[in-house]
């Protein structure tokens, strides 16, 4: 049977860029096996803004989009609002090959497929619809030809398990309209997010080369229990590379909006959509796509915005990497010994500010950053055990202070199961008034 099917639309708030109709079980991420591997670097303090005012950001004519992967259809309004609010151009809807998700919620894109097309909703590229998939090379270049002939559609997959040079432009795949990479969001081994692998396909497909950008990836299930490197200011910085490449690039995708079972979800977790079993993905990551907004501008325009909201982000995992669980029956997943136990910031200063980050009697303090993104973290020992405080002050008076106090998330030295997803939080001056935390 085949892995890919023809996409299913419905016509909601925003222009979807495709239903990939495909199975959820495994997603498969790739890198060329001669990728170079980067240090972890152990300062404790960047200020990426200052680099970027030096940087030649490509203002070019041609228009930057911004996607967004989803995962199921549940709540559409609601996230649709809170997606379109940050610039973000479309969304991927997944659907899997079991009969109620082909015939529920009125996706009968198979009975309606030239209507449904025609829909203002649908999003195109020059007039034609965007045609998209995760997996689908047992259709074959043949089956491909043949989805494009009858549709005329924009063809941008996501395939794995093949020769990439067969995507070359004289080579059998080559009438792809684009390919983006899934895997590339996240690094695929002990090292931080490099672009080795987007140079790589960028070689093999050039300006038809479309990628993603992801803050986060963990899953814990017996079928795959593993962990991607999210340490580094993971999120802040594939941004950064993908708008130092925008002239290259036409396309970025951000995954996931509700991918709870594999923990790179940017949406929040009250809507009661997580899978069965998937006892980990309790911890809003909202604030990652809060964050989100700043470099969506900066990408689709080639000018990061001003900042006039003082803001604090900050994330960090729920307990110790190498503690053992007290009542877990899968054992740690592979990766967990690559993740330092650190709390990671990234702070958003409209001019010179000092913070101070704290977990349990842990902390300290970032004097004098200045306007611009610092990103900073408070490595944690033995005695951190507690709840996250964060503050920021500019010339002795207080702009932001919160804390999860003893009732909110703490950081603890034992955990009944494994969770290596993220906690995720954030404060902004212009929501804080002295004496209220």
């Known amino acids: 049977m085949h892995s890919f099917f023809l996409p299913a639309i419905l016509v909601l708030v925003l222009p979807l860029l ?4 495909h199975e959820d079980s495994f997603k498969h991420s790739h890198h060329h096996s001669a990728l170079s591997k980067h240090l972890h670097h152990r300062d ?37 609002i809170q997606i379109a609010a940050k610039g973000v151009d479309a969304v991927a809807l997944n659907v899997g090959r079991d009969d109620w998700q082909l015939k529920d ?37 043949t089956g491909w030809q043949s989805i494009r002939d009858q549709t005329g559609g924009y063809l941008m997959p996501f395939i794995y398990g093949m020769d990439y040079q067969r995507l070359r432009s004289n080579s ?19 090292y931080y997010k490099n672009i080795e692998d ?31 490197l999210g340490d580094g200011w993971l999120l802040n910085n594939r941004w950064e590379e993908l708008i130092a490449m925008r002239d290259q690039l036409t396309f970025a995708e951000i995954v996931t909006w509700n991918d709870y079972g594999e923990s790179d979800y940017f949406g929040p977790t009250d809507n009661g959509e997580q899978p069965d079993g998937t006892t980990w993905a309790v911890f809003d990551h909202t604030p990652f796509f809060e964050m989100c907004d700043y470099y969506i501008t ?59 980050l704290q977990v349990g009697s842990v902390w300290k303090n970032f004097e004098d950053l200045p306007y611009g993104v610092n990103k900073i973290r408070l490595e944690l020992n033995e005695t951190a055990y507690g709840p996250v405080t964060v503050s920021m002050r500019k010339d002795g008076q207080e702009m932001i202070y919160y804390t ?26 212009s929501d804080y008034s002295p004496g209220w935390y």
């Open 18 to 21: 495709s239903l990939a109709i």
């Open 44 to 80: 404790d303090t960047f200020n990426t803004t200052e680099r970027a005012k030096d940087a030649d950001l490509q203002k070019r004519d041609d228009t930057k989009y911004v996607f967004m992967h989803h995962y199921t259809y549940d709540s559409w309004m609601t996230d649709f």
């Open 172 to 190: 059998d795949f080559g009438f792809f309209d684009s390919w983006y990479c899934w895997g590339c969001a996240w690094p695929q081994g002990n």
């Open 298 to 356: 900066a990408f689709k325009t080639g000018t990061y915005p001003l900042i006039t909201d003082d803001t604090i982000y900050f994330w960090m995992r729920p307990h110790p990497a190498g503690i053992d669980a007290n009542n877990d029956p899968l054992p740690k997943p592979t990766g967990w010994d690559w993740t330092s136990d650190t709390l990671w910031s990234a702070v958003f200063c409209s001019s010179t500010c000092s913070v101070t």
């Open 105 to 141: 919620g009125g996706l009968d894109y198979y009975a309606n497929r030239d209507s449904e097309r025609g829909k203002p909703s649908y999003f195109r590229i020059d007039g034609r619809p965007m045609i998209s998939s995760y997996s689908g090379f047992d259709l074959g270049a």
């Open 198 to 228: 987007d140079k790589y396909y960028m070689d093999i497909l050039g300006d038809r080369y479309a990628t993603t950008v992801s803050a986060w990836f963990y899953t814990h299930y017996t079928y795959k229990n593993f962990y991607l």
């Open 404 to 429: 999860t106090g003893d009732d909110g998330f703490q950081y603890r030295p034992t955990t009944e199961q494994y969770n290596y997803n993220a906690w995720v939080g954030f404060a902004r001056a």
